[in-house]
Antibody, heavy 122, light 108 residues
Framework: QVQLVESGGGVVQPGRSLRLSCAAS????????MHWVRQAPGKGLEWVAV????????YYADSVKGRFTISRDNSKNTLYLQMNSLRAEDTAVYYC???????????????WGQGTLVTVSS | DIQMTQSPSSLSASVGDRVTITCQAS??????LNWYQQKPGKAPKLLIY???NLETGVPSRFSGSGSGTDFTFTISSLQPEDIATYYC??????????FGPGTKVDIK
């Protein structure tokens, strides 16, 4: 079955960097767009970034543009999120999610990983 | 940017009750509207895509309807396992994907 497993979260000081990974299995990773979505403690869901199935297109939420970079390695079935210049307001559980349809990046998120917690604090 | 609103923000209902949640977009999004369920401490789960299509394996007591700016999510007979927060999400205004603020459903 489809499985997404995030890793790389932790506690980091403001201004520092962190890289999240999402290991995918159970589907043809190279055929699907992939997303990062985050959820601050006790808050709602916020879409962060998307990358097309071949990595040629990447889009970001305004709140992270210029600081975060989404990438993928289709040979390793792995999605990444490089987070630089971290701020307290970036504290959240970060989920990776697969696009619902192959080849088409813009639709729904299905399924989601279990999430990894990033805490930005001095 | 498209804004999404949901109402109510929370509700309490009895087992077996019909529960309805509404989601409104700030502009026409056709049927590009999805619904997710998030149980406490868990990742969200897709229930409905493109406004009215039930995801495979999701119980038929869940349904969605609407188009344009106004959408409805319904649980026809609330079950104890349906305690969760429900989110709508639009994907018409690409490349941004916007979620509604969520509706928390409890058992009375």
């Amino acid at each position: 079955q489809v499985q997404l497993v995030e890793s790389g979260g932790g506690v980091v000081q403001p201004g520092r960097s962190l890289r999240l990974s999402c290991a995918a299995s159970g589907f043809t990773f190279s055929s699907y767009g992939m997303h990062w979505v985050r959820q601050a403690p006790g808050k709602g869901l916020e879409w962060v970034a998307v990358i097309s199935y071949d990595g040629s297109n990447k889009y970001y939420a305004d709140s992270v543009k210029g600081r975060f970079t989404i990438s993928r390695d289709n040979s390793k079935n792995t999605l990444y999120l490089q987070m630089n210049s971290l701020r307290a307001e970036d504290t959240a559980v970060y989920y990776c999610a697969k696009s619902g349809l192959p080849w088409a990046t813009y639709n729904w998120f299905d399924p989601w990983g279990q999430g990894t917690l990033v805490t930005v604090s001095s | 940017d498209i804004q999404m609103t949901q109402s109510p923000s929370s509700l309490s209902a009895s087992v077996g009750d019909r529960v309805t949640i509404t989601c409104q977009a700030s502009q026409d999004i056709s049927n590009y509207l999805n619904w997710y369920q998030q149980k406490p401490g868990k990742a969200p789960k897709l229930l409905i895509y493109d406004a009215s299509n039930l995801e495979t394996g999701v119980p038929s007591r869940f349904s969605g309807s609407g188009s344009g700016t106004d959408f409805t999510f319904t649980i026809s007979s609330l079950q104890p396992e349906d305690i969760a927060t429900y989110y709508c999400q639009q994907y018409d205004n690409l490349p941004s994907f916007t979620f509604g603020p969520g509706t928390k459903v409890d058992i009375k």
